[in-house]
T-cell receptor
Framework: QLRLQESGPGLVKPSETLSLTCTVSGGSISSTDHFWGWIRQPPGRGLEWIGSIYYSGSTYSNPSLKSRVTLSVDTSRNQFSLKLSSFTAADTAVYYCARRRRYYYGSGSYLGYFDYWGQGALGTVSS | DIQLTQSPSTLSASVGDRVTITCRASQSVNTWLAWYQQKPGKAPKLLIYKASSLESGVPSRFSGSGSGTEFTLTISSLQPDDLATYHC????????FGGGTKVEIK
C-alpha cells in the first residue's frame, strides 16, 4: 500500500522559507504514470494546488505562487520537497503531499487527479 | 484559472436519504473532474475521477455524473460514516478545487 508522509519544521519566521519533504513508501517515485504534488488548506477553508513534479525534475506550479515555489525530487531517497519563500500569515495552512495520476488521451498525456495523500503538515508563522 | 462553485455549502440529511451535491465550472472542463471526501482532521480521499468513474474500494452508493460545466455527486443512501466535507476538483487545466460541501447527519 502506497504511503506518503510529510516532514519538516512547521514554524516559520515571517519572510523566511517553509521547507517540507514528502517521503514515499510502498511504491517508486520514479513511476512514469505519476507526478507528485503539493496542496494546501488554510484553516477552515478550501484546497489550493501549489505545484507538481515528475521524477525527472519537470515541474508545474500554480501561477499565483510560482515566484515563491521551489520543487525538487530525490529519487535515491524516494522523496520530493517543497520550499515556499517569503512566508506570511496568509500562508498558514495544512500542507499535503499527494500522488497525481498521469492520464493518456488522444495522442498526448496529461496531469490528472490526486489518488494518494499524506496526512498533512501544519505550516504556520512563528511570532 | 477555472473557478468551481459548489452548492450547497452545507447540507443536513438523515441516514438513508439520497444526497446530491453540485459543482459548476466557470468554463467547460469536459469530464476532467474528480470528487474527494474529507473527514474532520484527515486528508482528502479520492472518490470519483473523470466525472463518473468510481475509484477502487469506494462504496457503490457514491456516484458522479455530468460534463462540460455542471457536475453532481450523489450518495444514494446516506450512512453515518459519510459525515464529511466533499470537494470537487477540475484537471482540464492547472488544478482548482471547489469551496467544499459539508454534509451533516440529522
Amino acid at each position: 500500500q502506497l504511503r506518503l508522509q510529510e516532514s519538516g519544521p512547521g514554524l516559520v519566521k515571517p519572510s523566511e522559507t517553509l521547507s517540507l519533504t514528502c517521503t514515499v513508501s510502498g511504491g517508486s517515485i520514479s513511476s512514469t504514470d505519476h507526478f507528485w504534488g503539493w496542496i494546501r488548506q488554510p484553516p477552515g477553508r478550501g484546497l489550493e494546488w501549489i505545484g507538481s513534479i515528475y521524477y525527472s525534475g519537470s515541474t508545474y506550479s500554480n501561477p499565483s505562487l510560482k515566484s515563491r515555489v521551489t520543487l525538487s525530487v530525490d529519487t535515491s531517497r524516494n522523496q520530493f520537497s517543497l520550499k515556499l519563500s517569503s512566508f506570511t500569515a496568509a500562508d498558514t495552512a495544512v500542507y499535503y503531499c499527494a500522488r497525481r495520476r498521469r492520464y493518456y488521451y488522444g495522442s498526448g498525456s496529461y496531469l490528472g487527479y490526486f489518488d494518494y495523500w499524506g496526512q498533512g503538515a501544519l505550516g504556520t508563522v512563528s511570532s | 484559472d477555472i473557478q468551481l462553485t459548489q452548492s450547497p455549502s452545507t447540507l443536513s440529511a438523515s441516514v438513508g436519504d439520497r444526497v446530491t451535491i453540485t459543482c459548476r465550472a466557470s468554463q467547460s472542463v469536459n469530464t476532467w473532474l474528480a470528487w474527494y471526501q474529507q473527514k474532520p482532521g484527515k486528508a482528502p480521499k479520492l472518490l470519483i475521477y473523470k466525472a463518473s468513474s468510481l475509484e477502487s474500494g469506494v462504496p457503490s452508493r457514491f456516484s458522479g455524473s455530468g460534463s462540460g460545466t455542471e457536475f453532481t455527486l450523489t450518495i444514494s443512501s446516506l450512512q453515518p460514516d459519510d459525515l464529511a466535507t466533499y470537494h470537487c476538483q477540475q484537471y482540464n487545466s492547472y488544478p482548482t478545487f471547489g469551496g467544499g460541501t459539508k454534509v451533516e447527519i440529522k
